[in-house]
């Protein structure tokens, strides 16, 4: 079995993803999102979906874009 590097649940399900060079293992999408999902700038929420960045900076959404400043941003549809 192995052990989800967020909960540390040793469990029989857990799986692997790689993502930049490293290998993380986690029980659930819950973990998984917990510690591979941008954060939001403005909002704080994580990004699960598209969302946008702009000088290094993540946003969830162009509102949450300009309220930072960052007025050339928009949604994709």
Same mark, same amino acid.
């Given at each position: %079995?192995?052990? &989800?590097? #967020? &909960?540390s649940n040793d469990y029989e399900m857990?799986?692997?993803?790689?993502?930049?060079?490293?290998?993380?293992?986690?029980?659930?999408l819950e973990c998984a999102a917990?510690? %591979?999902a941008p954060i939001c700038e403005n909002c704080q929420c994580r990004i699960l979906g598209h969302g946008l960045q702009s000088d290094g900076q993540f946003f969830c &959404? @162009?509102? &949450? @874009?300009? #309220?930072?400043g960052h007025q050339n941003l928009v949604d994709h549809a």
């Amino acid at each position: %079995m192995a052990v &989800c590097e #967020v &909960c540390s649940n040793d469990y029989e399900m857990a799986f692997e993803v790689r993502a930049a060079g490293a290998v993380h293992v986690f029980d659930s999408l819950e973990c998984a999102a917990t510690k %591979m999902a941008p954060i939001c700038e403005n909002c704080q929420c994580r990004i699960l979906g598209h969302g946008l960045q702009s000088d290094g900076q993540f946003f969830c &959404c @162009a509102h &949450c @874009a300009r #309220v930072q400043g960052h007025q050339n941003l928009v949604d994709h549809a």
